[in-house]
């Protein structure tokens, strides 16, 4: 799984209030998020984002609220990929559940420039910038993570449809409707284990 577009360059701090502005949040409307995404921190971005264009910022990306509207947003608005030195947890956790594929590389957001042109290889986390010839290692997505990514959604996963005709072909054949529901309630937990587990996994370079 890839993500390929032109860059949209951040600093720190990137908060939900400036990817989406409180004044917009009586809608839930993607498409009428979408509209005024990074309104207030750069207002020529709806005018110029093309769809599978990447954002690119620094430290603690999506702070603020734990609102979904943020990665909603973003992602109703084409961008493919956001990667940051950090991003908050909840942001974080919010992007994977609705299907917005992020990646902290701390070089990678220090180096890459607004106007790049960026590849972003999920498989590998390898992230390549193809205007200046360089790559940077970030963290690959979990095979169950890209699923999510696919199905457009954590709770897409739980829902047996035309978008998601491979996941069922390898793990829902030969089993009844309660055994693939079964099934794909397995993956889901899986997901949150990740998230959640601080024990074992690692997500943005420290413990969750």
Known sequence: MKANGTVFKYGDNVDT?????????????????????????????????????????????????????????????????VIAETFARIFYRNSINIGLPIIECPEAAQNIEAGDEVEVDFDSGIITNKTKGTSFKGQAFPEFMQKIIKAEGLINTLTVSSKTAGYKTVHFAGKSGMGRFLCAWGEVMAAIHWLWDGRNQVVRGMKI
Do not use: T, W
């Open 17 to 81: 209030d400036v990817i989406i502005p409180a004044r917009y949040l009586n809608s839930s409307d993607p498409a009428e998020l979408a509209q005024h995404c990074m309104e207030d921190i750069d207002k020529e971005f709806v005018k110029k984002v093309q769809k599978g264009d990447i954002i690119v910022a620094n430290k603690n990306f999506g702070c603020g609220s734990s609102r979904e509207h943020a990665p909603i947003a973003i992602k109703a608005a084409g961008v493919s990929c």
